[in-house]
């Protein structure tokens, strides 16, 4: 199958900032991994790339500025698949210029690509097409790609920000939020595996969804880690970025990102117990949640991106001006946190995964990052820090067992 001949893509709002933000130690990498329950056929896996390739044509693109925008280009031609294990620097060096690529390692495939193509949602998208296309290559089971049908090409491509902008409501202003302290070069990945039913079941306890309880936890540790660290001076509170996918909550279907971050903070005079955080949670989320303050978002964000005076500046002085709010003091939070949920495969597929994973690439001001998904029973927790140190994942792990939740350090 040939690719489709599709024209250039203007960048949304959301991967506009990631494509002006990105830069030396902020690469916005997303990694998506799928262990198989036998060793990869990689010639399969190419012909498999291929296919789906030709299907979502603007996945594998470059990033292009044409007249003083941003464009997604589909890319020339695909990398070919490499090889990495899932312990490898979360990057696209070898792609090609491409900014997505497929490697594997053993049973693992391993998709990594630029959060400014996609977000975790549109990744999982892409990766259950690829592996429909390689079981039915491998297993010559047809129904895999019956299976998993291919979004079309007009949806595939929406902007999911302005259709559903309705409104203009902003996020609320915050203080400056505790920051890790950042060891250049020195990435690293650890790996938790949870039982599902057993992390539900204590969120439930505290009538808190799932994300909201790993939340609770993740803000717990990192504020042990702070008292440890400063003794109880540093009174900074402790704030989690955790991306919600607005496909559900407002009715669209695209393969372009289409999340809005959502910021709950542990301050240091607050109880720092998993139980009363769940509560605390969900009292200042229960607002910022609701689909018309959501759609509001969406209309300030399109507006700032597509407003004359944005549109005026040149990209690199808007590359600049966007680096200079990142590196604000006041700017980002401690710990981006994201949780694809219980992840479905099509039956014909999902009987040959063993299970899935999810990484995201750290940033200077926030050295750790937190990805969670589910498959089965079996839930991995992904950290990826840059940091010299595992004193984070000592207190998560003390965490953990105080809350008895089992759990299996895989790396």
Request: with cysteine.
């Amino acid at each position: 199958m040939g690719r489709l001949e599709v024209a250039p893509l203007e960048l949304d709002c959301a991967s506009t900032l990631f494509a002006l933000g990105r830069a030396p130690g902020r690469a916005y990498v997303i990694r998506l991994a799928a262990t198989l329950r036998e060793p990869v056929d990689r010639g399969a896996l190419q012909a498999a790339l291929e296919a789906t390739a030709a299907e979502y044509p603007y996945f594998f693109v470059r990033i292009e500025e044409l007249n003083g925008r941003l464009f997604a280009v589909p890319a020339a031609g695909l990398p070919p698949v490499g090889e990495k294990d899932l312990g490898s620097r979360l990057s696209l060096d070898g792609a090609c210029g491409c900014e997505a690529q497929v490697s594997c390692s053993g049973a693992t495939v391993l998709l990594d690509y630029f959060h400014g193509v996609s977000d975790g949602a549109g990744g999982l998208a892409f990766l259950t097409r690829l592996l429909a296309h390689y079981v039915a290559l491998t297993c010559e089971d047809a129904n895999a790609l019956e299976e998993a049908p291919v979004m079309p090409l007009r949806e595939q491509a929406t902007d999911g920000y302005r259709s559903c902008a309705r409104g203009a409501r902003g996020t609320g202003r915050h203080g400056a939020a505790y920051r890790l302290k950042r060891v250049p070069a020195s990435e690293g990945v650890a790996v938790y595996r949870l039982s599902a039913s057993e992390v539900r079941e204590r969120a439930r306890r505290y009538g808190a969804s799932v994300t909201w309880f790993l939340a609770a936890l993740l803000a717990c540790a990192i504020r042990d880690l702070q008292w440890e660290v400063s003794a109880g001076r540093d009174r900074r509170p402790v704030r989690l970025a955790v991306p919600v996918d607005l496909r559900q909550r407002l009715s669209c279907r695209t393969m372009r990102n289409f999340t809005l971050s959502v910021y709950p903070e542990l301050r240091a005079s607050e109880p720092r117990d998993v139980g009363s955080v769940c509560v605390r949670f969900g009292r200042q989320l229960e607002g910022g949640l609701r689909p018309e303050r959501l759609a509001g978002r969406c209309a300030v964000a399109s507006w700032a991106a597509g407003s004359a005076l944005v549109g005026m500046l040149s990209p690199d002085l808007r590359r600049g001006l966007v680096k200079t709010a990142l590196d604000h003091p006041l700017a980002g939070s401690t710990m981006t946190f994201s949780n694809l949920g219980a992840v479905s495969l099509p039956e014909a597929v999902g009987r040959h995964v063993a299970a899935l994973q999810v990484a995201f690439s750290s940033k200077p001001e926030a050295p750790y990052s937190c990805g969670v998904v589910s498959f089965g029973d079996e839930m991995r927790l992904t950290l990826v820090r840059e940091m010299g140190s595992k004193r984070l994942e000592r207190h998560i792990e003390r965490v953990l067992s105080s809350q008895a939740v089992g759990y299996v350090a895989l790396g």
